[in-house]
């Protein structure tokens, strides 16, 4: 039997990919089709931010999720359909229920997101879309370090 060497290589790549379970939570909260923060993803894994930011490297790496950048955040997402269909049959495999996985998003980022909404909201109404605040108050970090440039519009 003649297998082509590459094909092997990239396959397990892939699955080393998705086999470190912290990996593989973040991959499953994706599957909804949301994009979300790497600090969403790493609470969501059980790691720390900076351990998230080397997974999510490795699963852009192997083209398992891409990312978009929104102002200074960046929204990570599955690369497409076939890696949510291999995720769900790898589920199927391990005797795991093929429905989609619900996150458990910890309360506070919750409260975070739907207060940027609300900001962004609000502004958009008022016109003063230069002026959003980006920094959730529960950072403790001040509006002066992490202030968007002003004269970029954000809505």
Request: glycine share 6%; net charge positive; proline share 4%.
């Given at each position: 039997?003649?297998?082509?060497?590459h094909?092997?290589?990239?396959?397990?790549?892939?699955a080393a990919?998705?086999?470190?379970?912290?990996r593989?939570r973040m991959l499953?909260?994706?599957?909804?089709?949301?994009?979300?923060?790497s600090t969403?993803?790493?609470m969501?894994a059980?790691?720390?931010?900076?351990t998230?930011?080397?997974h999510?490297q490795r699963?852009?790496?192997?083209?398992?999720?891409?990312?978009?950048a929104?102002?200074k955040?960046?929204?990570?997402?599955?690369e497409?359909?076939?890696?949510?269909?291999a995720?769900?049959?790898?589920s199927?495999?391990?005797?795991g229920?093929?429905?989609?996985?619900?996150?458990?998003t910890p309360?506070?980022?919750?409260?975070?997101?739907?207060?940027?909404?609300l900001?962004?909201?609000?502004s958009?109404?008022l016109?003063?879309c230069?002026?959003?605040?980006?920094t959730?108050?529960?950072?403790?970090?001040s509006d002066?370090r992490m202030?968007v440039?002003?004269?970029?519009r954000?809505?």
């Amino acid at each position: 039997m003649n297998v082509e060497d590459h094909a092997d290589r990239a396959a397990s790549g892939i699955a080393a990919s998705i086999g470190e379970p912290a990996r593989a939570r973040m991959l499953y909260c994706l599957v909804d089709g949301r994009a979300r923060t790497s600090t969403e993803l790493a609470m969501v894994a059980g790691v720390t931010p900076s351990t998230a930011s080397v997974h999510l490297q490795r699963l852009k790496s192997q083209r398992l999720v891409k990312v978009f950048a929104q102002g200074k955040h960046r929204y990570y997402s599955l690369e497409g359909a076939n890696v949510a269909v291999a995720l769900e049959s790898l589920s199927v495999l391990a005797g795991g229920s093929p429905d989609v996985f619900v996150p458990n998003t910890p309360n506070v980022l919750r409260a975070a997101r739907r207060r940027s909404k609300l900001l962004v909201l609000i502004s958009r109404q008022l016109g003063n879309c230069d002026v959003v605040s980006h920094t959730p108050a529960w950072t403790g970090v001040s509006d002066d370090r992490m202030s968007v440039a002003r004269s970029e519009r954000r809505c």
